[in-house]
């Protein structure tokens, strides 16, 4: 059973930023496509940045206008999703996702997903 772990998520001024991981354990994370997801107050879950198993593509919602960056380190088993400028509307929860059966796109797009974090919260605020 796969299981992940979000860590890095804070307080942070407008134009600063940070940096998420997401550990995995119990499974080794080669196999899985990985994706963020984040959920601002009273509004929908929604996919941030997802990346294949398979060839390690990337898939970046349009919002992000170039901001945001995700990696993955399968000697450590871990995703990392490196975020810069933010502004106030990247405030919310942030969840980290998995499944073996999926694409990027079509994971941070159609929500094909098995597994979940716990989520960690970034408040970018002044």
């Known amino acids: 059973q796969l299981q992940l772990v979000e860590s890095g998520g804070g307080l942070v001024q407008p134009g600063g930023s940070l940096r998420l991981s997401c550990a995995a354990s119990?499974?080794?994370?080669?196999?899985?496509?990985i994706g963020w997801f984040r959920q601002a107050p009273g509004k929908e879950r929604e996919g941030v940045s997802c990346?294949?198993?398979?060839?390690?593509?990337?898939y970046y919602a349009d919002s992000l206008k170039g901001r945001f960056t995700i990696s993955r380190d399968n000697a450590k088993n871990t995703v990392y999703l490196q975020m810069n400028s933010l502004e106030p509307e990247d405030t919310g929860v942030y969840y980290c996702?998995?499944?073996?059966?999926?694409?990027?796109?079509?994971?941070?797009?159609?929500?094909?997903?098995?597994?979940w974090g716990q989520g960690t919260q970034v408040t970018v605020s002044s």
């Open positions: 119990g499974s080794a994370l080669d196999y899985y496509t």
């Open positions: 990346i294949s198993s398979s060839d390690g593509s990337t």
């Open positions: 996702a998995a499944d073996r059966s999926t694409t990027a796109r079509y994971m941070c797009l159609l929500y094909e997903t098995t597994y």
